[in-house]
């Protein structure tokens, strides 16, 4: 009896407790508004209005290199004087003319060609000043060239070299091959095709891409992240460098480092520490052109074999802008395939004729080619 009394005023207790902490805790709506309210008060109209909206160009608006870009500024009512406009494109300064009062022109030019961001600062009378910001894109202004060639020397080539990267240097070829595994660099007798020299990469990397510079050899890995410095003769691992892309084709222009990851852009990277400085996009008229694979640079042009094709894309290494395609169909007999066959890749060019060294993955021919005009 006493214990059955006990256990109803302990309940009693406790349902007593937890109905006041629930109403302690409660709060009216109206009160919860006015205390959010006060945590986040609302923005002043001077930090939520601006002196001018940017009318023109819309994002995503196309032009051909060498167009016109008009800056076209719509001012509000209470909005005082312009005094000066000035525009950047992605963080470099270019000179407007002045149209009108709200209207300013960019003359391009020869310009590079994707994707651009434009930063348009006004200053106005009052002391003030606000940015702008938009992106516009620029296709190529320029017809390629077709291209035909002549085979001027064919040269044995391991059927069992995966081809990602090739470089001639006068004397020998030097290749990166791929394959989990099996990737290797490599010092190859042109005449004979035979290796003379060899260090294999570890087997969880995917060799790709390869150029000669000042002296060393640099060699791009697929998703690694990771590329490695040789020395030319020696073929000692002298240092190693990181980037955040795919590693696909690599060539320089004497100055800078050319990438490619397999899109339409190409990446800058300067040659002490492989930093990336910069990077255009390639365009065939208004056309991207994707799957950017093993790289040479001469003479201002870019030639790239494209991945899952038989053909060559020239472009200026300044504008990205397509001048020329080559087309190799048919350049490997099909007497020479075999089961291991895979797509053309490699492309290194001769100095002492012009000529290029062009293969593929798993090719057992390596062929010398002129190029002409159709």
Known sequence: MHINNFFKHTVWIIFSIIVFLVCCSEQPAE???????????????DEVSTKAQLES????????????????LQFEQDAPPLEMLTLYVDGTEKGVEKIS?????WESGVTRVGERNLQVRAKYDDGSSEQYFTDI????????????YRVINTYPHDKNAFTQGLVYDGEYLFE??????????RRVELESGDVLQSVSLDHDLFGEGLSLFNGKLYQLTWKSGKGFVYDKETFRETGGFTYSTEGWGLTNDGSYFLKTDGSNKVYVHEPQNFVNVGQFEVYDQGKPVANLNEMEYVDGIVYANVFKTEKIVMFERETGRVTGWIDLRGILDERHHHSDIDVMNGIAYNPENGSFFVTGKNWPRLFEIEIFPN
């Open 31 to 45: 009160e919860k508004e006015e205390a959010e309210a006060e945590e986040s008060p609302e923005k002043t109209e």
């Open 57 to 72: 160009p819309q994002r995503g608006t196309e032009y051909y290199s060498g167009d016109a870009v008009e800056i076209e």
């Open 101 to 105: 009062e709200n209207i300013f022109r």
């Open 137 to 148: 894109v620029f296709k190529s202004n320029i017809e390629p060239e077709m291209f035909n």
């Open 176 to 185: 990166s091959t791929g394959e989990y595994g099996s990737s290797t660099l």
